[in-house]
């Protein structure tokens, strides 16, 4: 663990004159008798892409679903731009956060999932107006708009009045994340968003995610198994083993050069 604690002082240090976007301060999350993740401490810079790796039930997607309130932690904190997001002040202490306060913070995070969730009744640019509207209580014609601008930046400019179920999947996954962005979040959330796509389709997704990581303005984490697309994007690479933190640094330290055997048997079935 102090070698993978080293790794990541090396990796990130472009990051550390800001202060984290995200801090998860000794969190633990349990289903029953079923830990989860067993103390994370993690740190997601602004601007930073992080892919997160490892196999399943090692805690990748539960982490991101506590950031975007879709799961509580069991102990510990997690800040979310410099406020605690599960608890809240009152009267001097620390209490239960109440729905007002997760949702005025959830609204600056963005998460895309991996089967699209797009409302089936509603056009395109409808699916990507309606939170702008309901949730930032945004004008319509404003939020029409950015809507347009976002569909138009994942490629589906000429799809504003197509229903969801006249896309591809490639297609769906685009629009869910244009309808993410639409919102300005402060941190992007990718929940294995190819892994319900035909093999064909996986290109033109991870594409677009390309293309919004080179901004650079905004933090992404990114549950992945596409390993070729994580040591291109990321800028450091974190691989969850057993609820724990096993390995993390550059995208190139894990997935290149690291030692550390559960990794490595980790990797082995992808470079078959």
């Known amino acids: 663990m102090v070698e993978a604690i080293n790794k990541i002082n090396r990796s990130d240090m472009k990051y550390q004159t800001t202060k984290p976007i995200v801090e998860y301060k000794n969190v633990q999350k349990s289903y029953g008798d079923v830990e989860v993740l067993k103390g994370l401490n993690l740190s997601i810079y602004p601007g930073e892409k992080v892919a997160l790796i490892g196999p399943s039930g090692s805690g990748k997607t539960t982490i991101i679903r506590m950031l975007m309130t ?15 997001l ?7 202490k ?6 007002k306060h997760l949702r005025e913070l959830r609204g600056d995070i963005g998460m895309v999932f991996q089967h699209f969730n797009l409302f089936p009744h509603m056009t395109i640019l409808q699916n990507c107006m309606t939170a ?38 490639g297609q769906k996954q685009r629009v869910a994340m244009a309808r993410a962005l639409v919102m300005r979040p402060k941190i992007m959330l990718f929940d294995e968003v190819t892994s319900a796509l035909d093999p064909e389709l996986v290109g033109e997704v991870l594409e677009v995610i390309r293309d919004i ?4 303005d905004m933090a992404m984490v990114l549950v992945t198994h596409e390993m070729d697309f994580a040591l291109d994007v990321a800028d450091r690479v974190i691989f969850l083993d057993n609820g724990v933190i096993a390995e993390q640094g550059s995208p190139k330290e894990v997935l290149e050069e690291s030692n550390n055997e559960r990794l490595q048997q980790f990797l082995h079935r992808f470079r078959n």
């Open 86 to 92: 599960w608890h809240m002040e009152r009267k001097g």
């Open 94 to 99: 620390l209490v239960p956060a109440n729905e």
């Open 213 to 216: 990581a080179e901004e650079g």
């Open 132 to 169: 702008p509207i309901q949730v930032q209580k945004e004008d319509k014609e404003s939020a029409r708009k950015r809507s347009i601008e976002m569909l138009e930046k994942v490629g589906l400019g000429d799809k504003l009045d197509s229903y969801p179920n006249q896309l591809s999947g």
């Open 70 to 84: 879709l799961e509580q932690p069991t102990a510990g904190e997690i800040i979310f731009d410099g406020k605690n």
